[in-house]
C-alpha cells in the first residue's frame, strides 16, 4: 500500500509502500478514505528537537482519518464490515490508576498513532476496535478526518459553562477557530477571538460569528468597551501557546475568571502567579479528547447545526501531499484534507 512515511531522521517525508498491516483479534483494518494534516505532522516533517526524541523512524505518520472498516479481528463483534468511521488515535494502556477509573484520557501510557505507532498517512490503518468511532450518515468523510483536532476544540471549550458568558479565545488556528465556533453553539455572548495573522482572523469570521480582533493592531480594552463589557472575559481558552496571548488573557479576564489551556508553548515560560492568585483565576491544562466524552458531545453537536466545514481551506490528492503540507507551512491554512482514493 501506500503510505506517507518518516523514512529517515531528516526534513521531510515520503511517500513510500509498506504492506497492508495485519490485524490481531481485537483490532479492526481501516481503509483510509480522507486524511487531515496537523501541527503535530509540520513538526514531525521539519524534524525539530521535539519529532527527534518522540518519534521512531521509519515510521508511517497522520493520526487525522476517516475511512471504511474492511476487516475485523475475531473478538470483535459490536463492529461490522462496510461501517464508515474516524476514530481515536491516543492508544490508551489498560493498567493505570486513571485507565482503571474510566478516565481513558489521563493514562500516562498514551501512545499516539503516527507520533509513537504506524499512523493513518496509508491506505489501510489497523486500529484498536475500542478507539473506532463509526460516522453517522451526516458527517461525511471530510468532517471526520477533522474530528480529532475538533475534538481538542470540543474538550477545551466545554472545559467551563458558556452559557451567557464573554469568552476570549487567543489564537485562531483551526482549532481556536472551531472552538469559538462551539463557544456560539452552546450559547456564549460574546466570543472574542485573537491572533496576530489577519488571514487568520478572516478565516475565523468565515466560520463562526465571532469578534475577531489583531492584537498587533488593537487593544482589547477597547473592543470590550465596544461590546459593553465592564469587568472583563468570563473564560479563556488559550489556543496560541503565546507567552504574550496567556498574559493578555490574565489581564483581560474577570476576577474569578477560568482559563482553559490547550496552547503548547515552545518551552518553560514565565508566569505571573500574583496575578493569578489576586484575580482567583482557576486554570486547566487540556491534553487530547476526553476519550469517548468529547466523541459523542462533538458528533451531536455535528448532527444538531454544528458547522465547522469552512475551517478546511484546502483539499488535495495525496500525490499533492507536499503542495499540502506546503499549504499548511504557509501558516495562512485552516485545515488541509488529503484524498486516499
Ligand atoms: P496553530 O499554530 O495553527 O495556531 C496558533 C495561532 O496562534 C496562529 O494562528 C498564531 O498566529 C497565533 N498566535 C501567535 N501569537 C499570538 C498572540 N500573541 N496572540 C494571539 N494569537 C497568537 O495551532 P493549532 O493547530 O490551531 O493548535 C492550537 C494550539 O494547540 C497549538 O499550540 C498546538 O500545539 C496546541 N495543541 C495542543 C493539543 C493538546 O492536546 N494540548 C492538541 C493539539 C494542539
Ligand atoms: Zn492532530
Request: aromatic letters at 6%.
Amino acid at each position: 500500500m501506500k503510505a506517507l512515511c518518516k523514512s529517515e531522521p531528516r526534513e521531510g517525508l515520503w511517500m513510500t509502500r509498506a504492506p497492508v498491516p495485519e490485524i490481531g483479534p481485537d483490532d479492526v483494518l481501516i481503509r483510509i478514505n480522507k486524511t487531515g494534516i496537523c501541527g503535530t505532522d509540520i513538526h514531525i516533517w521539519n524534524w525539530d528537537e521535539w519529532a527527534s526524541k518522540t518519534v521512531p523512524v521509519p515510521l508511517i505518520t497522520g493520526h487525522e482519518f476517516a475511512g471504511e472498516i474492511v476487516e475485523l479481528g475475531r473478538n470483535v463483534t459490536d463492529l461490522e464490515i462496510g461501517q464508515r468511521c474516524s476514530g481515536e488515535g491516543h492508544l490508551i494502556g489498560r493498567h493505570s490508576r486513571q485507565s482503571r477509573a474510566g478516565k481513558f484520557h489521563l493514562d500516562p501510557e498514551t501512545r499516539g498513532i503516527g507520533v509513537n505507532e504506524q499512523g493513518a498517512f496509508a491506505e489501510y490503518l489497523r486500529l484498536p476496535a475500542f478507539n473506532v468511532v463509526p460516522l453517522p450518515d451526516e458527517i461525511d468523510d471530510e468532517i471526520g478526518a477533522i474530528l480529532d483536532p475538533l475534538g481538542n476544540a470540543v474538550h477545551t471549550a466545554l472545559s467551563f459553562d458558556l452559557v451567557g458568558e464573554d469568552v476570549l479565545i487567543t489564537g485562531a488556528g483551526p482549532i481556536g477557530i472551531m472552538a469559538a465556533a462551539v463557544a456560539r453553539h452552546v450559547g456564549a455572548r460574546n466570543v472574542v477571538i485573537t491572533d496576530i495573522n489577519q488571514a487568520r482572523l478572516d478565516l475565523a469570521t468565515r466560520v463562526a460569528d465571532v469578534v475577531p480582533v489583531n492584537v498587533a493592531q488593537e487593544d482589547l480594552k477597547g473592543i470590550e468597551k465596544r461590546l459593553g463589557m465592564k469587568e472583563g472575559f468570563d473564560v479563556g481558552l488559550e489556543m496560541s501557546g503565546n507567552q504574550i496571548a496567556l498574559d493578555q488573557m490574565v489581564e483581560n479576564l474577570v476576577m474569578g475568571g477560568r482559563i482553559a489551556l490547550l496552547g503548547i508553548p515552545p518551552g518553560k515560560s514565565p508566569v505571573d502567579w500574583s496575578r493569578i492568585v489576586f484575580k482567583a483565576i482557576t486554570i486547566k491544562g487540556v491534553y487530547g479528547r476526553e476519550i469517548f466524552e468529547t466523541w459523542y458531545k462533538m458528533i451531536a453537536m455535528l448532527q444538531n447545526g454544528l458547522d465547522v466545514r469552512n475551517v478546511i481551506t484546502h483539499r488535495f490528492g495525496v500525490d499533492d501531499f507536499e503542495a499540502g503540507f506546503a499549504a499548511m507551512k504557509s501558516g495562512e491554512a485552516g485545515k488541509v484534507v488529503l484524498s486516499w482514493r
